[in-house]
């Protein structure tokens, strides 16, 4: 788990959200790394390449049958 998902606009979930991080430093900080690892998995610029080139490949092949 990368995060804690709250309502948009809920500052009560927000508020709450906060809180459990305070209290909880150590999985906040467990939930940061993970979701910074999601993110540079899926959206480093190697990744970004790597699924334009497939879109692209796929769409040259569908042209050429």
């Keep these: 788990q990368g995060g804690i998902v ?3 606009e809920s500052a ?3 508020a709450a ?3 459990r991080f305070r209290q909880a430093p150590d999985e906040a900080c467990t939930m940061g790394q ?3 690892q999601w993110i540079v998995t899926h959206y480093s ?3 970004v390449i790597a699924t334009y ?3 692209v ?3 040259v092949q569908r ?3």
């Design 6 to 8: 709250v309502t948009p």
């Design 12 to 14: 009560t979930e927000m």
């Design 17 to 19: 959200a906060i809180l």
């Design 34 to 36: 993970k979701g910074r």
């Design 45 to 47: 610029q190697e990744a």
């Design 53 to 55: 080139d497939h879109i």
């Design 57 to 59: 490949r796929e769409m």
């Design 63 to 65: 042209q050429g049958t």
